[in-house]
């Protein structure tokens, strides 16, 4: 195995930004051409919370490339004249695939996201359909102006963070007192039609049965997404948190669940 620690120089963000990447090493790179796994960190943490906390380098082991971008709490938008999602679209993505034996191919593409990070996936891979074949979103929050779960008041943690995150990304998503249309998942949803539906990924929820910061949320854009038509899943795990220890138990089935055909 091959870790990398990146420090790009990004042109879009005039800023170095740091990239997490492990990936097979083989005897040679030649004609190598592995399968990524592109992995949007949660808020208040960054890239290497796969590495250290989540175990996601058994992937590795099974084939894959772990690419983790440290992108602090900007929901992986464009806003206050730092595009995030320009950088994600038109510099990591295209760059990391010139420099690294990367497959370019949409079915050996998949995406992974966590709590802001699964908002920050279901966005991009709207907003790019081509780039993925699959989208992970565990324990997404999706939207800041969907009633708050009342149950939420007895987890003093997940409250907490809760209070942290509504007015991160009501920032980041509003422009003059109004939600931009590039961060309202719902509005770019409406004008999706029966045309296009081919070209989207499959969409996997996953949250945990007392995470009641994501619980309401994951199960509304599920209902609307596979309303749609689109190809998704909704997996609540049992006894599940908005926790590094749920998130965990998920991630160490990836490398089976990936192995299966997908319905």
């Known amino acids: 195995m091959l870790k990398i620690q990146l420090s790009l120089d990004s042109l879009v963000l005039n800023e170095p930004i740091e990239i997490n ?50 992108l602090s709490n900007s929901f992986y938008l464009n806003s206050f004249n730092r595009n995030v999602a320009d950088f994600l679209d038109l510099e990591l993505y295209p760059y990391l695939l010139d420099l690294l034996p990367l497959s370019s191919l949409r079915e050996n593409n998949i995406c992974l996201g966590l709590s802001m990070g699964a ?11 081509s780039y993925f074949y699959r989208v992970f979103l565990l324990s997404g929050f999706y939207d800041y102006r969907l009633p708050v779960d009342f149950r939420i008041k007895n987890q003093r943690e997940t409250k907490i963070l ?14 003059d007192n109004s939600i931009k249309f590039s961060a309202d ?38 209902n609307i997404i596979s309303n749609k ?35």
């Open 21 to 70: 990447i492990a990936l097979p090493q083989p005897l040679s790179f030649k004609k190598q051409s592995f399968k990524n796994i592109w992995c949007l960190h949660g808020a208040i943490s960054g890239g290497n919370l796969f590495f250290e906390r989540l175990n996601l380098l058994d992937l590795v082991d099974n084939g894959y490339v772990v690419i983790c971008p440290s």
């Open 229 to 263: 038509g689109i190809p998704s899943t909704l997996r609540i795990i049992e006894n599940g948190m908005h926790d590094i220890k749920t998130w965990r138990k998920f991630i160490s089935e990836l490398p089976t669940i990936l192995k299966e055909p997908l319905l």
């Open 185 to 222: 998942i719902l509005k770019q949803l409406e004008i999706i039609d029966s045309s296009s539906l081919s070209f989207f990924p499959k969409f996997d929820f996953i949250c945990g049965d007392h995470d009641y910061l994501s619980l309401n949320q994951t199960e509304y854009f599920f």
């Open 162 to 175: 809760a209070s942290i995150l509504f007015p991160y990304m009501k920032t980041a998503c509003e422009e």
């Open 119 to 129: 908002y920050g996936a279901l966005n991009w891979s709207i907003r790019r359909s």
